[in-house]
């Protein structure tokens, strides 16, 4: 019954560990971007630590592209958590969601630190994949195998095809 509710991460979902250097702000320098057992953590290139997600998201996938075209490559992250909004959740919608659901949450580095650009509400599809590219488009592939592509349209992104 709980699955069924959705208060559990479904068992379709794989967990991927990696590990990359990017250079997210510009510097020359690259930092580094670690993924593993649902967390996902970042350093810069003395090793401080300039992020890392709340204990409360699950992570399932990274992706870096400069999505937003800015000239800078962005963090984009696959993100499971409960509700569909968490705090930041409308006025007009006063429901309690407990329902563990999947975000495409986007970071960008602003003045040295590693903060939010876009976070989705719910997908609404099983997605299993992410990538990006600096071309600013996005890649969702779902438990199917079925592929959408997304470009960034000045706050969030539409989709091409």
Known sequence: MANRL??????WVSWQKTSAAVDL???GREERIE??????CVEDASGAVLYKTPG????????TGDVDLDGANDLLML???RGNYGTSRPFWDTSVDFRMTEHLYVFEMREGRLVPKWMSHELGAPVTDIA???????TLTTTDGARTTW???????????
């Open 132 to 138: 990006a590219t600096d071309e600013g488009t996005v």
């Open 56 to 63: 409360d998201w699950h992570i399932t996938r990274v992706a």
């Open 25 to 27: 702000d510009r510097d």
């Open 6 to 11: 959705e208060l559990f991460i479904p068992s």
């Open 79 to 81: 993100t499971w958590r």
């Open 35 to 40: 993924l593993a057992n649902g967390r996902c």
């Open 151 to 161: 470009r960034w349209e000045g706050f969030g992104f539409t989709l091409t095809r």
